[in-house]
């Protein structure tokens, strides 16, 4: 059986299901469907079907890890392979840029396009002439990058001072102009915006800010292909008990909530919000009750979740649906993505990012120690569904913190 000396450091809980009101209960509401909703998605998904290489990314149960943290069911949604490009966002930044070409497209010719008269190469003449930009940490940019390519625009994507060379080389692979700022992921956020007005660019960022919220949900309306997906591939009669879910600036997050809640209204289960204790916003805002930036270099190991400031749509859907938010170590992550890798409890080994297991690490965390799985109502009739946002994007990185090629992780036999 797992314990507290499996995962280690600190866990920190916040539950706001003990709160008056919190989360929500009762269906969707309608004051948020102008951010997420399942008639937006109707059209994300029509369009993402339609792209070359389109496949429902696998759901994998873990029954020897949920045995081993007393839990009746755990089931992890693998994006490793999704487009060939090793995380869920590849559907967020793709289809925020193919909106806002559309959009470009009606509006200089009056023509509403679709993806295939794009991928057919119709309006290159307006397309080419369109940049567009975003700052990223690694995953996000090599999306937008991906979808300029595959829709024929230009691209320069900004990195900070710690996303790695091996992260800057595979967004550069799709032909995207890459330039590193000084500082953490929000002063790569600043730089962008301030080159995008300089040369008339368009920023196809995942966070939200005042007077830019329209880009963001776009990318929040592509990543619930992948939570819609999940609900189709469960197994079980009845929905999951419990979601845990890695923060960042809360875009992942805010589409996972937000679609299960309307699909499933109060069956949706308890909603985790995971983040490392290094650069945990979106702790900080529920715990002062508003969006609160935290600061400093973020020098966290998830790097994907290396975030200070608050996307302010996705809080707008977190703060009305979220029951608890964790915030837990960088030790826990990779004790997390060992685990997967060796699945000693006879499981398929997983070779996941290190931003991937976040939610898993805070589910075991919370799991093992008594009193915090009685808090969160985590037992043996608990269903437990993760998003296993990446895969081993960084394979060097994933090399040295677990001790092999990824390859022979995924190729090992259980």
């Known amino acids: 059986m797992l314990n507290a000396t499996s995962l280690p450091g600190e866990l920190a809980v916040l539950p706001l299901a003990h709160c008056a009101g919190r989360p929500a209960s009762g269906p969707y509401p309608d004051t948020l469907k102008p951010i997420l909703s399942l008639a937006a998605h109707a059209e994300a998904i029509t369009e993402i079907a339609d792209w070359p290489g ?24 693998h994006e490793a392979d999704r487009f060939g490009l090793g995380s869920f966002k590849a559907l967020g930044g793709a289809y925020a840029v193919l909106r806002l070409l559309k959009k470009e497209i009606l509006r200089r ?3 509403q396009a679709s993806s295939r008269e794009l991928l057919e190469g119709r309006f290159k003449d307006v397309v080419a002439d369109i940049t567009v930009t975003c700052a990223t940490d690694g995953n996000h940019g090599r999306s937008v990058a991906w979808g300029a390519q595959l829709f024929g625009c230009k691209c320069v994507i900004y990195i900070h001072a710690t996303v790695s060379e091996g992260r800057r080389a595979a967004i550069a692979r799709y032909g995207a102009e890459v330039v590193r700022s ?4 929000d002063n790569a956020v600043r730089a962008a915006d301030l080159a995008a007005r300089e040369n008339g660019w368009f920023i196809v ?25 999940a609900l189709r591939q469960w197994p079980e009669a009845t929905p999951p008990t419990h979601v845990f879910i890695q923060g960042g600036v809360g875009g992942l997050a805010a589409a996972v909530c937000a679609h299960l809640w309307e699909r499933l209204g109060d069956g949706r289960g308890r909603f985790v919000v995971v983040e490392p204790d290094k ?7 529920a715990l002062a009750g508003t969006p609160t930036a935290v600061h400093g270099d973020l020098d966290t190991l998830m790097a994907g979740l290396a975030c200070g400031e608050v996307s302010l749509i996705a809080w707008e859907v977190l703060e009305a649906g979220t029951s608890d938010f964790l915030t837990i170590p960088d030790a826990a992550a990779v004790a997390c993505m060992r685990l997967l890798a060796d699945a000693p409890y006879g499981d398929t080994p997983i070779a996941a990012g290190e931003s991937a297991v976040a939610g898993l690490a805070g589910m075991l965390m919370a799991a093992v120690r008594p009193e915090t799985a009685a808090t969160l109502g985590l037992g043996a009739d608990s269903r437990v569904l993760l998003f296993g946002s990446e895969g081993a994007t960084d394979p060097m990185l994933y090399e040295q913190l677990v001790g092999r090629h990824a390859e022979a992780v995924e190729g090992a036999t259980p």
């Open 205 to 229: 960022s995942d966070t939200s800010y005042p007077g830019y919220t329209d880009v963001p949900r776009d990318v929040m309306q592509g990543y619930s292909v992948m939570v819609e997906e």
């Open 109 to 111: 010719s009056g023509h």
């Open 182 to 185: 000084p500082g953490n992921y």
């Open 54 to 77: 389109y496949a429902p990314t696998p759901l994998v149960a873990l029954p020897g890890l949920a045995q081993a943290a007393g839990v009746a069911t755990i089931h992890y949604k």
């Open 279 to 285: 650069a945990a916003c979106l702790y900080a805002s």
